[in-house]
């Protein structure tokens, strides 16, 4: 049976999620020849947690490529601005390639990307998680088993709590120069799933945008620790060291550095913290999408409204409930997951990229063009928010080009 030489670029907080699901489900299987992170200490201590002893350890991504030409895949979760660079080099050498979401931080560096990936011979699968969950797997298949008929409207939402909402504050997803805006970085893989559910290209978009929550508050801060109101602020490191669950499958505690507790109000940032999109698609389907940080837990509900019925979903209770038309009493139907993070969707992506290297002409189930369809929408939505406009999609014909 083969075993699978992979590298790492980028040893935060998700490729050390895809390598603890590796070392779980195919530890006999795959083998970690190299790692690359930035600082030194990262790319040490992932070795250590994952590798072997003879795991190479890089600070530059082209010396892990150019000097490890026996590479079957590669992970890359690199910050959204450092993803074009190491991504075109990996087609260059025809590596497949497992990319984190979004596709890149600018319009210009995802096309950059794409046109890289048409020229290679690699196979990617993007780091869209939420397609592999079984809660939306079962979204998906109900909708195309007409369920709900000619969908008429889509609302979906994310609300983002405390300890998510911090991120956006305490790293680099506080900067639209990094993370490319709020929508992009958080909500790419929902715009992805609606692009999917409903099989149908948008049409034109608006939004509204504030960033108005988080502004200087005197007193507070600079650090949690030093702060008067550490025991009761939500965003409190020192609140959370005693009640939040700790557990590796918690998908928000491996966000969680307890070191770096910047006041979220007093931090220097400048992505929105909420944002509604209204999109129409094809065939006159209306969608409203919101995302709003802040607030008490996080949580994403889906709601579709069809010809035959409508389904209505909360992902945090994993439960979807369907109302077949002139009923009152829904069906309700519960999901069961894998405990991996991210309503299971964790060890099933890890598990898709792995069965894509022992399957050559396997195609991931989240392509490279999908990554670019929500990625240019988000763009777009930004640009309709920015210049209080409706404005038309025009970039189809640009991702049709892209080969599966």
């Known amino acids: 049976m083969k ?17 603890r699901n590796l070392r779980r489900q195919y530890s006999d299987r795959t083998y970690i020849s190299a790692v690359c992170d930035t600082d030194p200490q990262a790319a040490e201590d992932f070795r250590n947690e994952f590798g072997h002893p003879d795991t190479a350890v890089h600070t530059d991504f082209r010396e892990l490529i150019e000097n490890h030409p026996s590479l079957d895949g590669l992970l890359i979760a690199t910050p959204n601005y450092l993803h074009e660079e190491p991504a075109v080099l990996a087609f260059e050498h025809g590596i497949s390639t497992l990319l984190e979401k979004p596709l890149a931080h600018t319009p210009e560096s995802c096309n950059r990307i794409a046109e890289a990936y048409n020229k290679s011979t690699s196979r990617v699968t993007m780091g869209f998680v939420l397609r592999y969950t079984p809660f939306y797997r ?34 680099w997803r506080g900067k639209k120069a990094y993370t490319g805006d709020l929508l992009l970085e958080k909500c790419c893989h929902d ?17 509204f945008g504030f960033q108005s929550h988080y502004l200087p508050v005197r007193g507070w801060g600079p650090r949690c620790r030093e702060c008067t109101e550490k025991d009761t602020c939500a965003y409190s490191t020192v609140l959370w060291a005693r009640s939040i669950d700790q557990g590796i499958e918690n998908g928000e505690y491996e966000y969680v550095d307890f070191s770096d507790d910047k006041c979220v109000y007093n931090d220097d940032h400048d992505v929105m913290d909420r944002q509604s999109q209204l999109i129409e698609y094809e065939g006159g389907i209306l969608v409203s999408f919101t995302v709003a940080l802040g607030g008490p837990q996080t949580r994403r509900t889906i709601d579709i409204a069809g010809t035959q019925g409508r389904l209505f979903g909360d992902f945090a209770a994993n439960r979807i409930f369907y109302y077949a038309m002139g009923t009152e009493t829904p069906e309700e139907i519960q999901i069961e997951h894998e405990k991996s993070g991210h309503g299971g969707g964790d060890s099933v992506i890890t598990r898709s990229f792995i069965e894509s290297l022992e399957s050559p002409n396997r195609v991931a189930d989240a392509k490279l063009k999908d990554a670019l369809k929500s990625a240019l929408l988000a763009f777009l939505c930004d640009e309709a928010r920015d210049g209080s406009q409706v404005l038309p999609v025009t970039f189809m014909k640009e991702v049709e080009t892209i080969r599966d």
């Open 191 to 207: 715009l992805d799933l609606i692009n999917t559910i409903l099989g149908v290209d948008p049409v034109r978009v608006s939004a």
């Open 138 to 171: 079962t979204i998906m298949r109900l909708v195309r088993e007409g369920k709900v008929g000619q969908i008429k409207t889509l609302h979906a939402d994310e609300i983002v709590g405390p300890v998510l909402s911090s991120v956006f504050f305490r790293t």
């Open 3 to 19: 075993r699978y030489n992979l590298g790492f670029i980028g040893c935060g907080a998700r490729n050390k999620v895809y390598a």
